[in-house]
């Protein structure tokens, strides 16, 4: 079942979204070579509770961090721990809140300090799809057109384009229905309409689109060992457009 949101829901997923973007915001600030994944998640937990809020992905499914750090050929879902990033790395940040009952959920790829052109050209197309992602988010259009959207880009640059793990409804859960695949068919798929709200998350690989999750159950990594870069933002289809809410 698909729940649209009232604007009295949408007000809440947009103060959970709000303090997810301030978090994403000063992790980039702390983003530097010699930090280890575990300061930042530290950093993040104190932060999100500082602002009211809990954070989302701790306790979810037994994961026991704020964040979700994954450096370089992890894909999603990497644990923080004693690992120190190195000059030249890309780390995945994704972050989710949840206040007054409601979630918000955003992801961010950084570089730490200089990297090469192919790890920021990945980065920049990863930003672009999931910006063309959000421009469908539009009352009448469908979610195979969201989709789509997210596809043509990685196409664009033949990144791999990763398929075990989507997009999603979200709002009084971290996941709801719809699924939102990145990749898909125009004109296909439920209707968009106000109040729908969805965290859309492309993930693109330079190499393979295959992954593989590791054993400690939760990192996700491409199966060839390239690198891969994850964007992610809460977005509310509204009258007047789309509304991204993890932004500042
Ligand atoms: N943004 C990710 C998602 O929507 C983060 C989930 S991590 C988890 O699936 F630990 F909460 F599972
Ligand atoms: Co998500």
């Keep these: 079942m698909i729940v649209l949101k009232s604007r009295e829901e949408l007000a809440k997923i947009r103060k959970a979204s709000k303090i997810v ?12 070579p010699d930090v280890t994944t575990e300061e930042l998640d530290r950093f993040a937990e104190e932060r999100i509770r500082s602002l009211g809020g809990v954070p989302a992905f701790k306790g979810y499914r037994g994961y026991q961090a704020t964040l979700c ?20 790395d890309i780390i995945g940040i994704d972050c989710g809140a949840i206040a007054d009952g409601y979630y918000g959920d955003a992801a961010v790829t950084f570089p730490v300090g200089q990297i090469s052109e192919e790890s920021a050209k990945l980065i920049q197309a990863t930003r672009k799809a999931l910006e063309s992602g959000i421009q469908m988010m539009r009352v009448g259009n469908r979610l195979g057109d969201v989709s789509y959207a997210v596809q043509c880009q990685g196409d664009a640059y033949s990144y791999g384009i990763v398929m075990d793990f989507v997009g999603h409804g979200i709002g009084r859960a971290l996941h709801e229905e719809p699924q939102v695949p990145n990749y898909g068919s125009p004109h296909t798929g439920i209707r968009l309409s106000p109040g729908l709200v969805l965290a859309i998350e492309p993930m693109f690989n330079l190499g393979t689109h295959l992954v593989k999750v590791l054993d400690d159950g939760w990192t996700a990594v491409t199966t060839d060992g390239r690198r891969s870069a994850h964007f ?17």
Excluded: D, Q
């Design 69 to 88: 750090t994954s450096i370089n050929e992890e894909v999603v879902h990497g644990i923080p721990s004693k690992r120190s990033l190195k000059n030249g």
């Design 21 to 32: 973007a301030v978090i994403l915001k000063e992790i980039e600030e702390m983003i530097r």
């Design 232 to 248: 992610e933002h809460t977005v509310a289809v509204t009258e007047s457009g789309p509304e991204v809410l993890t932004v500042l």
